[in-house]
């Protein structure tokens, strides 16, 4: 082999690497444009999961808000001598505790609105079932 067959050779094997070599930088560059809009899509769902997260949360407080309510309602009624059925009183003990169980777990929650009249609500009902005068 001549020199020239040598320089040739090693000119031709090194545009051979170097095709080889922009060619892997090119799959690179592109798996790497793939990957930034994988993360992409990702940053979305993670802002679309927080933004669910946080409507459940406020839909959540809500419903506890209008638990609160109906209790307050509740116990309105039965200072003003509202007769209630024994059922009416087991769907507002059913209420309490769903409202008790969110106070206790969300301690930032406001609950002092309705401490007394769920304790007064408890009392008349225990005095209902010892007298069993229920509507």
Not at 2 to 15: D, E, H, M, W
Not at 20 to 46: E, H, M, Y
Request: aromatic share 8%.
């Amino acid at each position: 082999m001549t020199i020239s067959q040598i320089i040739l050779a090693i000119l031709a094997s090194s545009g051979f690497f170097s095709l080889l070599a922009l060619f892997v930088q090119r799959f690179w560059a592109k798996k790497d444009r793939k990957s930034t809009g994988n993360d992409a899509v990702i940053v979305r769902l993670d802002r679309i999961e927080t933004t669910l997260e946080n409507h459940i949360n406020e839909d959540r407080e809500q419903d506890i808000r209008q638990a609160r309510r109906d209790i307050l309602r509740f116990n309105d009624e039965v200072r003003r001598g509202t007769p209630h059925t024994e059922e009416s009183f087991d769907d507002i003990l059913d209420c309490i505790d769903t409202y008790d169980r969110y106070c206790s777990s969300h301690p930032d929650f406001a609950n002092s609105k309705a401490v007394m009249a769920v304790d007064n609500i408890k009392r008349v009902y225990q005095e209902r079932l010892v007298k069993n005068d229920f509507l």
